[in-house]
């Protein structure tokens, strides 16, 4: 038994070798689609993974303030009647805003630690900051404030290289190094950071926040770890175009293979049946065909898409992602694997491939051999 | 005596299973290992009261995805053109789509 299928798998891949030229450069196509789709896989399950455990002491309940659908700053002393409501164990101040850089043509996100920030005169800054700007411990960096006048910084720390995928824009400064900077009063924060006793009763403190200032709009840390859930999902613009580019290719393939045979193929069969194959022959014949091509695409294309992810930092990609920035973490993401999207992929590669290989040929195998070659 | 083709096939495809295999166990050992690491990140995101990855700096609602106010982001609109280019590639928040739901 084994030894008859190895005999038609000799004369599967005999046959394809002598059509080199189009089978390898389908199994070439067919290698990059799978690769393609792999990487934005492997990339996409792996990041939201990540921000899903690192965002999972975020703060709990976040209170912004609108206006006309904007945000705004909000009045610290609102805090104190937040802070009342049943459940809330605290509420602090945030500050944080962002500083354009009209040098480097960067994007900063300045933040006034809850701990240990550096003392009026001293930041800390992201290691993306530091190499962009070769700047390091020690070194001074001046900033035009709000009012149109240089600020001078030294600099304390470069933050952990590792945690880039946080902390790549960040600027740490004091409380008063901030409000002198961006000129928001000393009553006033960006927004304001609860903790609650119990996070069953985020939704309830959120609606009782609202009705106290309708304008306060706040959002709650599951909302924040959903949003990496959900921001990379199959309908986000990359998805979307990749999935479509590859779904257009899988349907080009099948209808390539399921809208007939060629002429030398049928008369290939044609000839096989001549000399004695059984129909069940070529449908086996057909079925090692089918497989070698896809087995061999999947296998392929799934193990660069690994390198490609994991140990290049999905370099192809990087164009894609930085956009207009200037300012781009360089970090490597952990490899969390879903396995059920690999068997996905799998079956979504192999069998149909498979499958429409074998069915034009059924219907060739099925007529009489004379027919076929004439 | 040359080797029959389906041996060099089998023996690539039992070699590229294997390799699929290790990447497994490599990606399994990878994970076990950076628990320390994670420790580390969350401990940082406790600390600096952090909400948002940083993957975008180039727009404020891509840099924090979690924060955008209703109307910067995608314009006024979910559906509306996007001139930033990481704007295009990430869906709106969910709970900035069940807002923008609850106002229509």
């Known amino acids: 038994m084994i030894e008859h299928h190895r005999h038609i798998l000799d004369f599967t891949l005999s046959s394809l070798m002598r059509r080199k030229g189009k089978n390898g450069a389908l199994l070439s196509v067919y290698t990059l689609i799978v690769f393609i789709l792999a990487s934005v896989l492997f990339f996409t399950y792996a990041l939201k993974r990540e921000a899903s455990l690192v965002l999972n002491e975020a703060p709990e309940i976040i209170v912004q303030r609108t206006l006309t659908g904007r945000y705004l700053p909000i009045p610290i002393a609102w805090g104190d009647q937040i802070a009342k409501i049943n459940g809330v164990i605290s509420v602090e101040p945030r500050l944080w805003g962002y500083k354009y850089d009209n040098v480097f043509l960067a994007n900063y996100t300045l933040t006034v630690p809850a701990e240990n920030p550096p003392e009026s005169g001293n930041i800390d800054i992201g290691s993306g900051i530091s190499r962009m700007r070769a700047a390091y411990p020690g070194d001074m960096i001046s900033f035009t404030g709000h009012d149109g006048l240089p600020r001078v910084f030294t600099i304390r720390n470069i933050l952990d290289h590792e945690s880039q995928l946080l902390t790549s824009d960040l600027i740490l400064l004091s409380e008063e190094d901030y409000r002198d900077f961006s000129g928001i009063p000393s009553d006033q924060a960006t927004d304001m950071s609860l903790r609650v006793r119990n996070p069953k009763e985020y939704a309830t403190i959120s609606e009782k926040i609202t009705q106290m200032y309708p304008e306060t709009r706040p959002i709650v840390r599951t909302e924040i770890q959903r949003t990496y859930d959900a921001v990379f999902g199959w309908r986000s613009g990359l998805l979307i175009v990749i999935f479509s580019a590859a779904a257009i290719a899988f349907i080009i393939f099948a209808w390539d293979k399921a809208s007939g045979l060629s002429a030398e193929e049928r008369r290939e069969i044609g000839v096989l049946k001549a000399v004695g194959w059984e129909t069940s022959d070529i449908l086996l014949m057909k079925f090692w065909e089918g497989i070698v091509v896809s087995l061999t695409a999947f296998l392929v294309g799934t193990i660069l898409a690994y390198a490609h992810v994991f140990y290049t930092s999905s370099a192809l990609f990087a164009p894609v992602l930085k956009g207009w920035s200037t300012l781009y973490p360089t970090f490597r993401l952990t490899p969390f694997i879903d396995f059920g999207q690999v068997a996905t992929l799998f079956f979504l590669t192999v069998v149909p491939y498979t499958v429409t290989t074998i069915i034009p040929s059924w219907r060739a195998a099925t007529i009489d051999p004379d027919a076929i070659m004439r | ?104």
Do not use: W
Request: contains cysteine; glycine residues 6%; hydrophobic residues 35%.
């Open chain 2, 1 to 104: 005596m040359a080797r029959r083709r389906s041996t060099i096939y089998l023996g690539t495809t039992a070699g590229l299973l294997l390799v699929l295999g290790g990447i497994f166990l490599h990606a399994y050992i990878k994970v076990r290992q950076s628990g320390p690491l994670f420790t580390r990140k969350t401990e940082l995101v406790r600390q600096l009261e952090l909400t948002d990855l940083c993957l975008f700096t180039e727009a404020s609602y891509t840099r924090h995805l979690s924060m955008t106010d209703p109307s910067t982001p995608f314009q006024d609109a979910p559906m509306s053109l996007e001139h930033f280019p990481t704007g295009a590639l990430v869906e709106p928040p969910p709970h900035l789509m069940r807002n923008h739901s609850q106002h229509d």
